[in-house]
């Protein structure tokens, strides 16, 4: 069974930092590319950051391009998000999620095959 479980989130001041983990177990094989979404108070689900298997190649929402980070660590099944120069519209629930496709499909949720449930952060003003 596969599972993804995000944590690190929590409240966090304008300006600060955090970093989110999302430790994959279960998935069939270990070629998955892993992202990031994130979804605000009655806002869609939105792309934040995906890496490929190798961590070769990453690709960013404009919105977090130059403040946010990802990485992986594929001996402990962990992708992580650093978030720096946090702002309160970064104030979203964050989704770790995994899929197979290429990078033309890495920004639509659709195209993901396995989601974690979540974690909040909130950056207040």
């Known amino acids: 069974q596969v599972q993804l479980v995000e944590s690190g989130g929590g409240l966090v001041q304008a300006g600060g930092s955090l970093r989110l983990s999302c430790a994959a177990s279960g998935l069939p094989s270990s070629s998955y590319v892993m992202g990031w979404f994130r979804q605000a108070p009655d806002k869609e689900r939105e792309f934040v950051a995906a890496?490929?298997?190798?961590?070769?190649?990453?690709d960013y929402a404009d919105s977090v391009k130059g403040r946010f980070t990802i990485s992986r660590d594929n001996t402990k099944n962990i992708v992580y998000l650093q978030m720096s120069s946090l702002k309160p519209e970064d104030t979203a629930v964050y989704y770790c999620?995994?899929?197979?496709?290429?990078?033309?499909?890495?920004?639509?949720?659709?195209?993901?095959?396995?989601w974690g449930k979540g974690t909040l952060v909130t950056v207040s003003s």
């Open positions: 999620a995994a899929t197979q496709k290429g990078r033309d499909f890495w920004r639509a949720s659709l195209a993901m095959n396995y």
């Open positions: 890496i490929s298997w190798s961590g070769g190649s990453t």
